[in-house]
Every structure is written in C-alpha cells, then in structure tokens.
C-alpha cells in the first residue's frame, strides 16, 4: 500500500465535503458509499479510513509519515478493521460482524478513532446486518464506519436509515482514460480497456494488471457478444465456464444495463424496457441470494440466464426458469 491513499480525480467533490465535515466536526459516524462496480468506491473509503487515523493530516490527506500511516500501510493498525467475505465465501458473516462489534467497544489503542469499512456491505447475510445495528445505533465514542455498497437495496432498510448516504460519482470517460493511461501508458490500450469495461476504470484497471485479466476480458466479450447478436446463448456460456458466478452475475446485469441505456423513449416504454428491467430485477435477487449463501447450479443458472437475456433482446431460445 502507498504511503499516502488518496481520493481519484473524479472523487474531488466528496472529498472535500468530507474535509469540510471533519473540520466542522461534524462527518456521521456511519456512511454508506453507493455507487456502480468498479467506480472506486473502495479505494474513497481506503483514503477516508487513512485520512482518520492519521495524526498529521497534510493538504487534506494522510500524512504518510506518522507512526499511525505507517501501521496503516502495512495492514497492522490496531485501530483499523476492514470487514470482506472470507475466503471461498461470499458472504459477509454474522461471526465476522461480532468481532467487529466488539472491537468498536473497545478504547482506540493509537489515538482518538476507530475505523471499520465493510466492503461490499451488501454482501452481509441478514444475520450479520441485524448485528451491526446496535453499533450503528449506539456508536462508540470516535467511531466511524464506512460501509461501501454495488446494490443500494441489498442493505436493509434498517441499517440504510442509521447511515448517511453518499452516491459516489462514476467518472467521464475521459477522466477515466486520463487516469488509466497512467497504468498501461497507451492510450488506445486505455480506450479499449475503458470500453471492454462500460466506462468503469477499476475494471479497466484490473482486466490489465490482474493475473486472470484475460479471464475477465473473456466475460466481457461474452455478454458484450450476445448482446450484439454475434453470439449465441450457447456460445456466450461456454465462454463464461471458468468465470467466478458474481462476476458472471455483474456482467450479465451491466449488459442489462447497457441495452436500457441504448433504447429509444418508444422500446424504453414498452415490452423491451419492461422485460430489460424485470431481467435486471431477477439478476439482482440471484445476486442477492447467491451473496447471502445460495449455492445454485452454476453451469445452469449461467445458461438460463444467459438465454433469457437473449430473448429479452429479441432473439429466439428456449424458455426457462431463472430462480436461485
């Protein structure tokens, strides 16, 4: 990790009302970060939680030369948790929301704050989300949690009604490209990422620096292909095999996504719209049920759903059922 994280260019806005509120003393001690996959929603809360821990904050951001940055950096702060699905799960447990409810009873070891960041908070089971309402309700002195969220409505209503809501931006295409450009230091190699990936940078980023990278630009394609009518259901499946189920489940739903955006006002009102969004609809519930522990029929699942967004398109396939 760098010495010092910071927010991304097109996070400017949200940055600097959360300097002003800390300065005014009065930033919630719980918030929510919505906004789309792959916006950098995680890296704002990284640069956030930093930001609070350090002693020195120098032009609005950590310091990066305290003991606090320093731990911090090196993934050891005592003051510091950052909740995520364990290995081979996906789902935020309620075990793992305990622990964290105990830690935040507990005095600050370095300084005045503790700092929790639950990324993606939509990734909690209903069990662990009735477990943080009392942190959520009963705050600790000096205690900030930061709860980064894909699907707004995969919170309970609950624990949405106890935080503050920031709807982080997505960035322009070209705020994206400037910035990415930085990584592959080829431009055209940006654009093409940066359309592969509908614009979100930290897709971008990862189809190029991560090591299954061609993986992910495979999903693309899939979906991307069916969509344009040069893939079949069959086609774009087999092409999706190896893909992780969520993100399978993801593409699906931005390509979804992507066709309600393309339609005229006239397809967006009628049976096209509607049936887009009843598809998006039913991705997002199999999103839901599969993060909070559903272990579906993959090969399946990845096929009915596949064929159903062919036929949402106007294309011929079999029917079929798409219930978790």
């Excluded at 939509?122 to 943080?132: I, K, P």
């Excluded at 980023?205 to 991307?224: F, P, S, V």
Aim: a neutral charge; glycine letters at 8%.
């Amino acid at each position: 990790m760098p010495a010092i994280s910071a927010p991304l260019p097109w996070q400017g806005t949200t940055w600097a009302r959360f300097n002003q509120q800390l300065a005014d003393g009065n930033l919630p001690h719980a918030l929510v970060l919505a906004g789309l996959p792959g916006s950098g929603k995680s890296r704002l809360a990284l640069a956030l939680a930093r930001l609070l821990l350090c002693t020195a904050p120098n032009g609005g951001l950590n310091c990066g030369k305290c003991h606090s940055c320093e731990m911090s950096a090196a993934g050891s702060h005592g003051d510091f948790r950052w909740l995520q699905p364990e290995e081979k799960s996906r789902a935020i447990k309620i075990d793992q929301v305990r622990e964290v409810v105990t830690f935040t009873t507990k005095t600050a070891s370095f300084g005045d704050r503790k700092i929790v960041v639950l990324a993606p908070a939509d990734a909690m089971n209903t069990n662990a989300a009735n477990g943080l309402l009392k942190s959520l309700e009963e705050p600790s002195p000096g205690t900030f949690l930061i709860l980064v969220c894909d699907q707004l409505h995969g919170l309970p209503a609950t624990v949405r009604s106890r935080c503050q809501l920031i709807k982080v931006p997505a960035p322009s295409l070209d705020s994206s490209r400037a910035w990415l450009d930085q990584a592959t230091g080829d431009s055209d190699e940006s654009a093409r990422l940066l359309d592969l990936a509908d614009g979100m940078p930290m897709l971008a980023e990862a189809m190029y620096q991560r090591a299954d990278g061609e993986k992910l630009i495979a999903i693309r394609a899939a979906c991307r292909g069916l969509a344009a009518g040069k893939l079949s259901a069959n086609q774009a499946a087999t092409m999706l095999a190896e893909a992780p189920m969520d993100e399978a489940l993801e593409q699906m739903a931005r390509t979804a996504r992507g066709s309600i955006k393309a339609l005229d006002k006239e397809n967006l009102n009628g049976q096209t719209g509607r049936c887009l969004y009843e598809f998006l609809d039913e991705v997002g519930k199999i999103q839901r049920a599969v993060r909070g522990g559903a272990n579906p029929n993959r090969q399946l699942l990845t096929e009915v759903l596949l064929e159903k967004l062919q036929s949402v398109l106007g294309r011929p396939l079999a029917g079929g059922s798409i219930g978790p």
